[in-house]
């Protein structure tokens, strides 16, 4: 068995082969920073084998970037999902306007997405977020789930549960 003797100044001489522009690269890089060859290889090959050359940290944040994309996909996909519903639930209860009452409706309409902008001003001023919130809440209790299976009047359901929970 052949036994490694150690150097003295724990430094061990290794000679790899380089391209003859690669050499030139690196003697040129070597002059200009003032420094040897060796530190600069050395300094290389640690960056390399503990992953924190360049490349390596664009992959980490190329990585954060593409699971911060899934989840907005999949928001995206629950908003759009939510939104269908919704229009669906109110195209099935609103009934048609009459001319003669468009004006008002129009008005009304109008009262309605101002106090709506600002009721969403001071959720989103709050921190809220809607899918979260999604997974978090209860969506209603039985009595109001019920309620709303009986096609019973949704607004007059969600009045009750909120003065009940105190949220009038």
């Given at each position: 068995?052949?036994?490694?003797?150690?150097?003295?100044?724990?430094?061990?001489?290794?000679?790899?082969?380089?391209?003859?522009?690669?050499?030139?690269?690196?003697?040129?890089?070597?002059?200009?920073?003032?420094?040897?060859?060796?530190?600069?290889?050395?300094?290389?090959?640690?960056?390399?084998?503990?992953?924190?050359?360049?490349?390596?940290?664009?992959?980490?944040?190329?990585?954060?970037?593409?699971?911060?994309?899934?989840?907005?996909?999949?928001?995206?996909?629950i908003f759009?999902?939510?939104?269908?519903?919704w229009t669906?639930?109110?195209?099935?209860?609103?009934?048609?306007?009459?001319?003669?009452?468009?004006?008002?409706?129009?008005?009304?309409?109008?009262?309605?997405?101002?106090?709506?902008?600002?009721?969403?001003?001071?959720?989103?001023?709050?921190?809220?977020?809607?899918?979260?919130?999604?997974?978090?809440?209860?969506?209603?209790?039985?009595?109001?789930l019920e309620?709303?299976?009986?096609?019973?009047?949704?607004?007059?359901?969600?009045?009750?549960?909120?003065?009940?929970?105190?949220?009038?």
């Amino acid at each position: 068995m052949k036994t490694r003797i150690r150097p003295k100044i724990g430094r061990v001489r290794i000679q790899p082969y380089l391209s003859a522009t690669v050499a030139r690269r690196l003697a040129n890089f070597s002059a200009a920073k003032g420094t040897s060859e060796s530190q600069i290889v050395e300094s290389a090959l640690c960056r390399y084998f503990d992953g924190v050359g360049d490349a390596a940290l664009i992959h980490k944040q190329l990585g954060r970037l593409g699971r911060s994309q899934q989840r907005i996909h999949r928001e995206v996909n629950i908003f759009m999902q939510v939104f269908s519903a919704w229009t669906k639930s109110w195209h099935a209860r609103t009934p048609p306007i009459p001319g003669d009452m468009w004006d008002a409706a129009q008005k009304g309409a109008e009262l309605w997405h101002r106090q709506f902008i600002e009721h969403m001003q001071q959720e989103l001023a709050d921190g809220r977020d809607f899918v979260n919130d999604l997974v978090r809440e209860v969506i209603g209790d039985a009595d109001e789930l019920e309620g709303l299976a009986q096609s019973e009047d949704p607004e007059a359901v969600a009045e009750r549960a909120g003065k009940r929970d105190g949220d009038s």
